[in-house]
């Protein structure tokens, strides 16, 4: 698993702007958003795919074994702690956005402070 599944709360955030690609920046998350969702279903496919193929190689009817399943308190907090983490990586740039904001990071900030790097 990659490390991002193993610890939710590490967080990834790439400091400066974002290129954009359209006019709107809604479009720009709106698209990040896809992409996550269309990378953690292809994983999710792979690992359900593997697994199936596993136990039919064992004689388990794996379908039947899931429906039936009742999960503990354990199991359904890992989950939530999954489930937070989806989101997390899912809002991302929501997320990024608004810290910037809040901080009042803007264009003219950011260049100002290239401009002070660049000096010294």
Same mark, same amino acid.
């Given at each position: /698993?990659? !490390?991002?599944?193993?610890?939710?709360? /590490?967080q990834?955030?790439?400091? =400066?702007?974002?290129? &954009?690609?359209y !006019?709107?920046?809604a479009?720009? *998350?709106? /698209? %990040?958003?896809?992409?996550?969702l269309a &990378? !953690?279903?292809?994983?999710?496919?792979?690992?359900?795919d593997a *697994?199936e193929?596993?136990?039919k190689?064992? =004689?388990?009817?794996?379908?039947a074994g899931?429906e039936?399943? !009742?999960?503990?308190?354990e199991a359904?907090?890992s989950?939530?702690?999954?489930?937070?983490g989806?989101? %997390?990586?899912l809002?991302?740039?929501?997320?990024?956005e608004a810290?910037?904001? *809040?901080t =009042?990071?803007?264009?003219?900030?950011?260049?100002?402070?290239?401009?002070?790097?660049a000096k010294a």
């Amino acid at each position: /698993m990659s !490390e991002s599944h193993n610890n939710p709360q /590490m967080q990834h955030s790439a400091k =400066g702007k974002r290129p &954009s690609f359209y !006019e709107d920046a809604a479009s720009d *998350q709106l /698209m %990040s958003m896809v992409m996550v969702l269309a &990378s !953690e279903l292809n994983v999710l496919r792979d690992r359900m795919d593997a *697994q199936e193929r596993v136990a039919k190689q064992h =004689g388990i009817d794996l379908a039947a074994g899931i429906e039936a399943l !009742e999960l503990d308190d354990e199991a359904l907090e890992s989950r939530e702690a999954w489930r937070q983490g989806f989101f %997390s990586r899912l809002f991302y740039l929501t997320r990024k956005e608004a810290e910037e904001a *809040q901080t =009042g990071e803007t264009k003219k900030s950011y260049n100002a402070t290239i401009d002070d790097i660049a000096k010294a």
